[in-house]
């Protein structure tokens, strides 16, 4: 979300960050009433990025968040020249003194105990803080009950609330537990709710990274007794996510058990089942694991003779390892990273495209977990020196997942990467890739042609196997010949002949071509054209009545044209082959679970052509299913350039790509800028994602 302007004129423009979307609403409400114009973050990152690009003039930041909170946010503010001059808030629900005085040091302008706020307080605190300042509350004042705030904010009705009020009278329970009680709010609405409850920071455990450190402090019976777990702990003050933050029993019992300064943040207790199992039995596995190989490399040599079957018994690098892939596959993850530094081993998880830090584990664990992969995967454990790739498929839950491996040795040991394929993801049809309808129907067309060629072009992780994949599911039957070349064969088909390259052994795709030509095919996929003797044979290959499939690495459709020119190849072959390329791109999907309407700032209507202005644009709030992301999934968007008689000889009397691209365009191609503005007129994708993935034309 970005400004939003309430009324005619504003009394100043705020950014809202809180990782709480339910308390981000109830807020902002209040501010759009007292005329400002209001901008809310779900993350500090995303919220300093904004920052960056709409300068507002007063930031107000929650103290509790992932990755980036309200006090990292504001040093982070202080050190940037552009910005370090706005004024932020920090609110929290924590009320210990050190807090305000924190604040003041690190350059807040001011500190606010969310859980004692009213609107009358935070707007008089705000507008002090904004040069200028002459906020207007319309004339029915202030909202003086929460039950007001959440009826101004859409969060319930006025007839929920009118019920609510029923139960409430004449002593009855609080207007928090009734609200509860009758479930208005929905299940991360009402965790969202809790907040205001019990007066602690609702926290996600899933956008967390804990802490051994913090671990270390609770055992794991006492985790399990009272339902709660250990975040972190920094200055002696520890962090811990409990069920019920209320009780100030347990909280007592903790401080003298950690002899720390407890501070309790509320979690979703079902979400502590999880963790406490995830990160304890993880630690326990931790610990065993840590010991052996410190043990291990004060006897390096005879580590490094250590058998495949003793790392294959050893029972906590197992755990490890499979705690670690259920993560990912829970995640959506399609890869896991081992990256090991001097001093530790970082777990990273690519997620929707994005890499996320999601564990860190000491650093003399890298060698015990990388061996474990290797031999999942097939390599040599001993060879530490040279890059190698492998693979393994594991069975879980009643689906097979396979996962591609590669190590890389680098200064700090060997980085191992698992990339994760889900067939299911694979095997789309061509309806689910993301064509429109007219496009499809084109696309439909070349690919029926009985010979030529038709490349799919694009940066490594934009799509272009699920794209081959679901043409061949398009084409495969029992009466044509399918053969593919692929390094590597990621997922096996059916009535598919798929052939593994192997450069060992001289298996290369060239040489695999030649025979293909031998065994009467229709089809020929080619994973990847990589150098000048597969593009001949290709073209050889689509010249004597085959029709050919295959991948290149270029910024858009027009330039794998270029491209195979570049690599030798005559342009009348190019010109006379090629039936058309696809580019593509990955945007991320906007949450359905959170979506709601994106209100553009003036920066962002510049940016915007005349014939897309007055479109709905909407983006994710941010919410429980979409790890507060507001994204969740990818959809593919393409460029596709069928190489017309115009667009051909255009391309053999060399008019340049400005030419042929105008041709293109004549003839109705949608470039990739386009087919993402059509994703975010849809309401599939936003504004954001279209400029990440897309250049400018």
């Given at each position: 979300m970005t400004f939003r302007i309430s009324g005619k004129g504003s009394s100043g423009r705020i950014l809202l960050v809180d990782d709480n979307p339910l308390v981000a609403r109830l807020w902002e409400a209040q501010l759009r009433k007292a005329h400002f114009e209001v901008a809310v973050a779900g993350k500090g990152f995303e919220g300093f990025n904004r920052a960056l690009i709409e300068k507002p003039d007063l930031i107000i930041v929650d103290s509790v968040m992932p990755e980036l909170d309200g006090f990292g946010f504001c040093e982070k503010l202080q050190s940037t020249a552009s910005i370090a001059e706005i004024p932020?808030?920090?609110?929290?629900?924590?009320?210990?003194?050190?807090?305000?005085?924190?604040?003041?040091?690190?350059?807040?302008?001011?500190?606010?105990?969310?859980?004692?706020?009213?609107?009358?307080?935070?707007?008089?605190?705000?507008?002090?803080?904004?040069?200028?300042?002459?906020?207007?509350?319309?004339?029915?004042?202030?909202?003086?009950?929460?039950?007001?705030?959440?009826?101004?904010?859409?969060i319930i009705s006025p007839s929920e609330l009118s019920s609510i009020h029923k139960e409430t009278h004449q002593g009855g329970p609080p207007f928090e537990e009734v609200l509860l009680r009758l479930h208005?709010?929905?299940?991360?609405?009402?965790?969202?709710?809790?907040?205001?409850?019990?007066?602690?920071?609702?926290?996600?455990?899933?956008?967390?990274?804990?802490?051994?450190?913090?671990?270390?402090?609770?055992?794991?019976?006492?985790?399990?007794?009272?339902?709660?777990?250990p975040l972190a702990l920094r200055d002696n003050r520890l962090m811990v996510a409990m069920a019920d933050p209320r009780d100030v029993n347990t909280v007592d019992y903790l401080q003298k058990v950690t002899q720390c300064e407890i501070r309790v943040v509320y979690a979703d207790p079902h979400d502590l089942d999880r963790a406490i199992i995830l990160y304890y039995g993880a630690r326990e596995a931790l610990g065993e694991l840590q010991k052996r190989a410190r043990k291990e490399s004060e006897q390096e040599e005879r580590a490094e003779e250590k058998s495949a079957a003793q790392i294959l018994g050893e029972v906590p690098v197992v755990e490890l390892i499979d705690v670690m892939i259920v993560k990912a596959l829970e995640s959506r993850a399609s890869d896991i990273h081992l990256e090991p530094t001097e001093k530790e081993l970082i777990v990273r998880f690519r997620i929707d495209g994005i890499l996320h830090d999601t564990q860190v584990l000491p650093s003399d664990l890298n060698h015990a977990l990388v061996a474990r992969v290797k031999i999942m995967s097939g390599m040599d454990i001993a060879e530490k020196r040279l890059p190698q790739d492998g693979r393994f498929e594991l069975n879980l839950r009643g689906d097979k997942v396979d996962f591609r491996v590669s190590t890389l040795p680098t200064a700090c040991g060997e980085k191992a990467v698992l990339r994760i394929l889900d067939r299911r993801t694979a095997m789309r049809s061509l309806e689910e890739l993301g064509f429109g309808a007219s496009r499809l129907e084109s696309f439909r067309q070349i690919v029926r042609r009985p010979y030529g060629m038709v490349l799919i072009t694009g940066p490594t992780g934009s799509g272009k196997t699920t794209t081959l994949y679901g043409v061949l599911n398009f084409l495969k039957n029992a009466e044509i010949n399918v053969i593919s070349v692929e390094d590597p064969i990621e997922y096996r088909m059916d009535r598919v002949n798929q052939v593994q390259v192997n450069p060992k052994i001289d298996l290369t795709f060239a040489s695999i071509l030649r025979s293909v030509l031998r065994q009467d095919p229709n089809v020929i996929v080619v994973g990847e054209i990589r150098d000048m003797e597969t593009a001949e044979l290709a073209v050889q290959a689509s010249l004597t009545g085959h029709l050919v499939l295959g991948t290149l690495h270029t910024n858009d459709a027009p330039s794998a044209l270029v491209r195979l020119a570049d690599m030798g190849i005559p342009s009348y072959l190019v010109a006379s082959t090629v039936n058309a390329t696809v580019a593509q791109r990955l945007m991320r999907r906007i949450c359905p679970e959170c979506r709601e309407e994106h209100i553009l700032t003036d920066v962002e209507k510049q940016l915007i052509p005349e014939g897309y202005r007055g479109v709905s644009i909407c983006r994710g709030r941010g919410c429980r299913i979409c790890r507060n992301t507001g994204y969740l999934g990818r959809i593919a968007v393409f460029e596709l350039l069928p190489v017309t008689r115009t667009v051909s000889q255009a391309f053999l009397q060399q008019q340049g790509m400005d030419t042929i691209v105008k041709i293109a365009r004549e003839e109705g191609m949608q470039t990739l800028r386009e087919a993402a503005w059509d994703k975010v007129k849809e309401g599939i994708s936003t504004l954001q994602e279209m400029f990440r993935v897309t250049l400018d034309e």
């Open positions: 932020t808030l920090i609110w929290s629900n924590f009320n210990q003194s050190e807090n305000v005085e924190n604040a003041r040091k690190i350059g807040a302008a001011d500190f606010l105990l969310k859980f004692d706020l009213t609107p009358g307080v935070l707007i008089e605190r705000v507008s002090s803080l904004i040069p200028d300042c002459k906020p207007r509350v319309v004339c029915d004042g202030f909202d003086r009950s929460l039950g007001d705030m959440l009826v101004r904010a859409g208005v709010l929905s299940g991360d609405e009402e965790n969202c709710f809790r907040e205001i409850l019990y007066r602690a920071d609702y926290v996600r455990l899933s956008d967390y990274t804990l802490q051994r450190e913090a671990l270390n402090r609770i055992p794991e019976s006492v985790t399990l007794n009272f339902n709660l777990i």
